[in-house]
């Protein structure tokens, strides 16, 4: 059996995930924490988060630059439209089964979590930049997919 992957991404309820239990069967849900997931996930699970570790004390992280470079895409300019699951009163929509919430971006980013554990449980995931900055605490300042 192919080892599971599972991608991440906080809503404002907890966590969502997107976990592939099968080749190509995905589970999807909200938990209240990062520890949560773990515990639903089997124990060789690649788990991909989508949250910035490792941040400058001033200025731009190398990562962003060498990931917008990819995209060919100034800074300025968005690569990704996002729609933040907002009703007319401002809310965000319940999307959830059990009426937790999360909007269509934190699906998008946990899918595209996902999309990176499984380049990184194929082998082919990369680094960016190849070698990464190091932040204040000692994190790695780097993108992964």
Same mark, same amino acid.
Do not use: K, Q
């Given at each position: 059996?192919?080892?599971? $992957?599972?991608? &991440?991404?906080? *809503? #404002?309820?907890?966590? &969502?995930?997107?976990? /592939?239990?099968e080749?190509?069967?995905?589970? @999807? ?11 639903? @996930? #089997? ?14 004390? @001033?200025?731009?992280?190398? *990562? ?8 060919d895409?100034? +800074?300025?300019?968005p690569s ?12 965000? +929509? ?17 899918l595209?979590? &996902? ?15 190849? /070698?990464?900055?190091?932040?204040? +605490?000692? &994190?790695?300042?780097?993108? $992964?997919?």
């Amino acid at each position: 059996m192919t080892r599971p $992957v599972a991608g &991440l991404d906080g *809503c #404002p309820d907890g966590w &969502l995930y997107v976990l /592939e239990v099968e080749d190509g069967e995905l589970e @999807a849900g909200i938990a209240g924490d990062v520890a949560a997931v773990l515990r639903i @996930a #089997p124990d060789d699970t690649i788990v991909a988060i989508d949250i910035p570790i490792g941040l400058t004390e @001033a200025g731009g992280r190398a *990562c962003d630059a060498a990931a917008r470079g990819l995209l060919d895409r100034p +800074r300025h300019e968005p690569s990704v439209v996002r729609d933040h699951g907002e009703d007319r009163g401002g809310g965000r +929509r319940p999307h959830g089964r059990d009426g937790r919430r999360y909007g269509v971006d934190d699906l998008h980013d946990a899918l595209a979590a &996902l999309w990176a554990a499984r380049r990184i449980r194929a082998g082919t995931a990369r680094t960016f930049p190849n /070698e990464p900055a190091l932040d204040a +605490r000692g &994190l790695r300042m780097a993108i $992964v997919g």
